[in-house]
C-alpha cells in the first residue's frame, strides 16, 4: 500500500504533495480552502484518500483531473474508490496462509542453510496441510489449533514463523495486516534443568572410556571423546575430512544432519579452531575419507547413535543422571568459562555469540558452595 497522504498547512491554504513512481506530484484539494477549517481539512482527507486508493488500485490518473472537478464529482469518486478498496481489503484478508507460506519459503530459501530449510521450514509447518480453513481471517482458530495440537515449544516456534512470514507479506503488498502479530509472545514454554545440564568431569571420564571400552559402541569413542574436547556440534563433527585438517589447525566448513549435507555451518559459513592434545589424540586413525566414519565408513547417522549408543553406554553408570549427548557441549563451554577462559575466545572457539553461549550453553557448578 502507498504511503498515507495527508493535508499540509500551505500559508495558511491546503496541499496535497505525495510521489508516484518516481515523481513528485502536488494539487490543491479545495479551492480556496482554509487549513483552520475542520471542513475544509476534512474535504481535502477525502481527496488525498481517493489518490491513495487509486494508487492501490492501480488507477491513479497522472494528469490530477480527475481530483480537481467539482466536489460533486469527487465525492462520487471518492465513494467509488473507498468500496473498491473495501473490497480490496477484503480480498486480502481472505489470502490463503498455505500459499503465503509458500511464496514466503521461497523468498528465504536463498538464504537457509538446508537442514533449516527442511526441518524449521518444511517438516515442521507440515500442520498447515492439516487444517481446516486457512484463510487468515481464520488466525485466532489456527493459533488455537497449533496450541492444541504441538508441544508450547513448537507452537511458538510455529507462531513466529507465521509472524514472520506475514510481515514479509505486508511488506510484499500481499496482505493488508499480519493477524499473527503478538502471537509467540503470549506463549510461556518453561524450560527445566535439562536444557543445561552438564557433566561433571567425573562423568564426562566415565562416559568416554564406557564408549572406548564398549565390544558394541567401542567404535564411536574418539567421536564422543572430541565432541567433549572441542565443544563442537555433532553436526560438525561427523562430516569432517582429513583435508580440515592441518597439524593441529582444523576448519569446520560442512554440516550433516537429517540426512542433509550443508556446505556451511549453522551460524557462519566455516570456523577453524586449534585442537588440544586430547582431541588431537581423538582424531588419530586411519580411514579413508572421513575423520569419524561409521562402522561402515560412510558418515554416522546421528539419530541411530543419539537413540541406541549413547543410552545403551550412559546405562553402565547408573549413578550418573541421563542428559542426552547435546550436553558434551554444554559441558566444554562451563568448563571452559569456569576455568577462566574467556568468553569471547570460548564463543569464537564453539561458533556461537558470549550472550548466546551465556544463554543457551553455560550451566552452573553443581559442587559450588560460597567462601
Not at 136 to 143: D, H
Amino acid at each position: 500500500m502507498p504511503r498515507q497522504i495527508n493535508p499540509r498547512d500551505n500559508n495558511g491554504g491546503i496541499l496535497l504533495r505525495w510521489s508516484f513512481k518516481g515523481k513528485s506530484y502536488s494539487l490543491t484539494p479545495v479551492p480556496g480552502g482554509r487549513f483552520d477549517s475542520a471542513i475544509d481539512i476534512k474535504r481535502a482527507q477525502s481527496v488525498a484518500n481517493l489518490i491513495s486508493a487509486d494508487i492501490a488500485m492501480g488507477q491513479f490518473d497522472q494528469t490530477l483531473a480527475k481530483y480537481g472537478g467539482s466536489l460533486h464529482k469527487t465525492q462520487l469518486a471518492i465513494d467509488d474508490a473507498q468500496e473498491r478498496l473495501k473490497q480490496l481489503r477484503q480480498q486480502r484478508s481472505e489470502a490463503d496462509l498455505r500459499e503465503l507460506w509458500e511464496k514466503y519459503k521461497a523468498f528465504k530459501a536463498p538464504q537457509l542453510a538446508p537442514t533449516t530449510l527442511k526441518i524449521d521450514y518444511g517438516r515442521r509447518m507440515n500442520f498447515l496441510g492439516k487444517l481446516e480453513d486457512s484463510r487468515l481471517s481464520q488466525a485466532i482458530t489456527i493459533r488455537d489449533w497449533i496450541v492444541a495440537n504441538t508441544t508450547t515449544e513448537q507452537a511458538k516456534k510455529i507462531l513466529q514463523n507465521l509472524n514472520a512470514c506475514c510481515e514479509w507479506a505486508v511488506k510484499s503488498e500481499l496482505i493488508e495486516l499480519n493477524p499473527f502479530v503478538g502471537m509467540a509472545g503470549q506463549i510461556h514454554v518453561k524450560h527445566d534443568e535439562e536444557d543445561i545440564n552438564p557433566f561433571n568431569p567425573l562423568e564426562k571420564e566415565a562416559i568416554i572410556q564406557g564408549f572406548y571400552s564398549s565390544p558394541h559402541y567401542g567404535h564411536y569413542g574418539r567421536l564422543v571423546d572430541f565432541l567433549f574436547a572441542t565443544g563442537c556440534r555433532p553436526s560438525e563433527a561427523i562430516p569432517l575430512e582429513w583435508g580440515d585438517l592441518r597439524g593441529n589447525k582444523l576448519t569446520f566448513q560442512r554440516t550433516y544432519s537429517d540426512g542433509v549435507l550443508s556446505p556451511r555451518l549453522k551460524t557462519q559459513k566455516k570456523r577453524t579452531i586449534i585442537l588440544n592434545e586430547r582431541a588431537i589424540a581423538a582424531v588419530s586413525f586411519d580411514s579413508d575419507h572421513y575423520i569419524f566414519p561409521s562402522p561402515e565408513g560412510k558418515l554416522i547417522d546421528w539419530h541411530n547413535f543419539a537413540n541406541r549408543a549413547w543410552p545403551n553406554v550412559l546405562g553402565l553408570f547408573p549413578e550418573i543422571e541421563y542428559r542426552n549427548p547435546k550436553q558434551t557441549r554444554h559441558t566444554f563451554i562451563t568448563e571452559r568459562i569456569l576455568a577462566g577462559d574467556s568468553p569471547a575466545d570460548v564463543s569464537r572457539y564453539v561458533g556461537n555469540s558470549p550472550g548466546t553461549i551465556y544463554k543457551n550453553y553455560l550451566g552452573a557448578s553443581r559442587s559450588y558452595s560460597p567462601d
